[in-house]
C-alpha cells in the first residue's frame, strides 16, 4: 500500500474481509480513504468512475476466493475497454495452492481466473515480489494499452512483517512517452499533404494526446469523429467535431470516404459500428502505441507507432514545418456532416431523443454523466455534446449492465466539485441497486435517474424480430422513489415530460442522493 500511496493513489475500491484485513490496517496513516461497495462487482466500476476523472489506475482490494471472483467483471471491462486497473487480493498459503483441503474460500486457481480475463495476474512470494509487482503495473500503464492487472498475495506473505527498504517502496519516475520513427512521420506527413479530403477518427487511445489532437485537426482543418471512449478528444462544441455517434452510416461513410482517414488511438471496434463498417477507400494512416493493434479491425498504410502525447505532438510539428494545412473539409463542410450525422442519431429513437433533450435542460455544462448497458445510453445520453474527455462513463465494447451506478459513484468520489448523473434504465440499475447504500454512506451529492421502460426492452424487441412471443423481460417495478428514501436518500416521481428538467436541475442543487424515476411512456410510445 505504500508503494500505491507513492504513485498517487489515495483511496481504494473493495470489502473487508477475514483474509485480506493486513490489507486495510495502514490505510490510514497512509491517508488513503477506503470505499466499501456493497459488493466487489460494484467496487470494479467505482474505480474504473475514479480512474478516469484521476489518470491514475483504479485500485480494488478483495478478499480471497469469491470476493475475487465477484470483482473479475468489472476487471474484464476495464481490459475490454483498455483501462488501467489494480486488483489485489490475498490467496492459499505457499505450498498450498490447489491444496483441495476444504479451507475457507478455498477455490481451484483464483490467479489462474484472474489472469484469463486480466492483461497478467501474478502470484508472489515475498513483499519483495509484491511491491515490484505495483511498479511494472504502473509500467505497463504509462508505456503500452492500460489493461488491469492482479497480485495475488500468500496468506502468510501477507500477514508477515516485512521491512524494506525506502528506495524500493519509492515510485519511479515515468519514462518519457514513445515518439513514432521518422521515416512514419514522414510517410504520414506526405500522404497529408496529397490529400484533399482528410477525416480524423479518435479512439480512446487518443485521450493521452489531450490539446494536441485539437490542433492537429485545426491544423488540417478536417472533420474529427470519436468513438464513445474517445468522446471528446476534441471538444464536442468545436467546429470540426461530428461528436461520438460512430455508429450512424454518415459518421461511417464519412470515415470511409475520405482520401486519408488519420485514425488515433482506437481499434475501430464493431461493437462500436453496430453492425456498420468502416471501409477506406483512401489512405489509412494510424497512431497507436502497440504495432499489433495496427491491423485489428482496419489495416493501416501508414503506421506510427508510439504513444500519442508523444505521436500527435510529433506529427503536428512535422506537418507545420512542410507547411501541410487545410487538407479537410473545414468547418462549413463539418458542420453539414455533423447535422446528418446528428438528424441520423435521433430518428432511431424518438422518446429516448425527448428525454435526453429535457436532462439536458436539466444539468450544468460540466455534469459528468454514467451509462449503464441500456437503450437510454445507446439512443440518448451518449450524443449529449461534451467538451471534457471522461465527462461519459460507459463501456461500449463489454457492454456490461450495472456499470452505471457504481461508476458514477467513483467519479464523484474523484471529482467532488463536478456534478454526477447516472442515467440508466430499469434493468440495468437493479444489477447494482445496492450501491446506493454506499453513495449515502460516502455522503455524496450523486443523481440517478431511473428511465423506466418496464423491464428488458430492448430484448423485448430482439424476440419480437425472431417471431418469440415475450419470454422473461416484462418486469416487476418497484417503487423506484421510495427505495432512495429507503437507503437514506430521497426520491422523486416524474409525471410529466415538462417536469423532468426541473426535478433534475432541483436535485443537483439540493444535494445528497436523490433518485428520480421517469416513466419512458411519458415521452412517447414505448416500442
Not at 4 to 22: A, K
Not at 384 to 412: C, E, N, V, W
Amino acid at each position: 500500500m505504500t508503494a500505491l500511496r507513492g504513485y498517487g493513489v489515495d483511496t481504494i475500491f473493495g470489502i473487508p474481509g477475514t483474509h485480506n484485513l493486513e490489507l486495510y490496517r495502514h490505510l490510514p496513516e497512509l491517508g488513503i480513504h477506503p470505499v466499501t461497495t456493497r459488493h466487489e462487482q460494484g467496487a470494479g466500476y467505482a474505480a474504473d468512475g475514479w480512474a478516469q476523472q484521476t489518470g491514475l489506475p483504479g485500485v480494488v482490494v478483495t478478499t480471497s476466493g469469491p470476493g475475487l471472483l465477484n470483482a473479475l467483471s468489472a476487471a474484464a471491462t476495464a481490459y475490454c475497454e483498455s483501462r488501467p486497473m489494480i486488483v489485489l487480493s490475498p490467496g492459499p498459503a505457499l505450498g498450498q495452492e490447489g491444496a483441495d483441503r476444504g479451507t475457507l474460500h478455498e477455490t481451484k486457481d483464483t490467479s489462474g481466473a484472474a489472469a484469463a480475463v486480466m492483461q497478467w495476474s501474478r502470484r508472489v512470494a515475498s513483499a519483495e515480489e509484491a511491491v515490484a509487482a505495483v511498479h511494472d503495473a504502473f509500467e505497463l500503464f504509462r508505456t503500452s494499452r492500460p489493461r488491469p492487472v492482479h497480485i495475488e498475495i500468500p496468506l502468510d506473505v501477507l500477514e508477515a512483517e516485512a521491512d524494506l527498504p525506502a528506495e524500493l517502496l519509492a515510485a519511479r519516475p515515468a519514462p518519457a512517452p514513445a515518439l513514432a520513427d521518422a521515416d512514419s512521420i514522414a510517410a504520414a506527413v506526405e500522404a497529408l499533404s496529397a490529400a484533399s479530403d482528410v477525416v480524423v477518427l479518435a479512439g480512446g487511445g487518443s485521450l493521452r494526446a489531450g490539446d494536441a489532437v485539437r490542433r492537429l485537426v485545426e491544423l488540417l482543418d478536417a472533420p474529427v469523429v470519436t468513438t464513445l471512449n474517445g468522446k471528446a478528444a476534441v471538444p464536442e462544441s468545436h467546429p470540426l467535431s461530428l461528436g461520438a455517434d460512430i455508429r450512424t452510416p454518415a459518421a461511417q461513410k464519412v470515415c470511409s470516404g475520405a482520401d486519408v482517414l488519420l485514425v488515433l488511438g482506437s481499434k475501430v471496434g464493431e461493437a462500436e459500428l453496430w453492425g456498420g463498417l468502416v471501409e477506406p477507400a483512401g489512405t489509412v494512416v494510424r497512431i497507436d502505441v502497440l504495432d499489433g493493434q495496427m491491423d485489428a479491425n482496419l489495416s493501416a498504410d501508414v503506421r506510427l507507432v508510439g504513444d500519442s502525447a508523444a505521436v500527435v505532438p510529433q506529427l503536428v510539428a512535422a506537418l507545420e514545418q512542410a507547411g501541410v494545412a487545410g487538407r479537410g473539409r473545414g468547418a462549413a463542410g463539418a458542420a453539414a456532416l455533423r447535422e446528418e450525422v446528428r438528424a441520423q442519431a435521433a430518428e432511431t429513437a424518438p422518446p429516448l431523443v425527448a428525454l435526453t433533450t429535457e436532462l439536458v435542460a436539466g444539468m450544468p455544462a460540466d455534469t459528468i454523466v454514467a451509462g449503464d448497458s441500456s437503450q437510454i445510453t445507446y439512443f440518448g445520453t451518449s450524443s449529449i455534446a461534451q467538451d471534457r474527455p471522461h465527462s461519459f462513463l460507459y463501456m461500449p465494447a463489454y457492454a456490461t449492465l450495472g456499470y452505471g451506478l457504481p461508476a458514477a459513484i467513483g467519479a464523484k468520489v474523484a471529482a467532488p466539485e463536478r456534478p454526477v448523473v447516472c442515467v440508466a434504465g430499469d434493468g440495468a440499475l437493479m444489477f447494482a441497486i445496492q450501491e446506493l447504500a454506499t453513495a449515502v454512506e460516502q455522503r455524496l451529492d450523486l443523481v440517478v435517474v431511473c428511465v423506466d421502460n418496464g423491464g428488458y426492452a430492448e430484448i423485448k424487441q430482439n424476440e419480437a424480430d425472431r417471431g418469440i412471443a415475450p419470454i422473461g423481460v416484462d418486469l416487476h417495478q418497484p417503487d423506484w422513489a421510495a427505495l432512495g428514501v429507503a437507503f437514506g436518500g430521497h426520491g422523486t416521481r416524474v409525471a410529466a415530460a415538462a417536469d423532468l428538467a426541473p426535478a433534475v436541475r432541483d436535485a443537483i442543487t439540493a444535494g445528497g442522493v436523490h433518485v428520480v424515476h421517469v416513466p419512458l411512456g411519458i415521452f412517447g410510445p414505448v416500442a
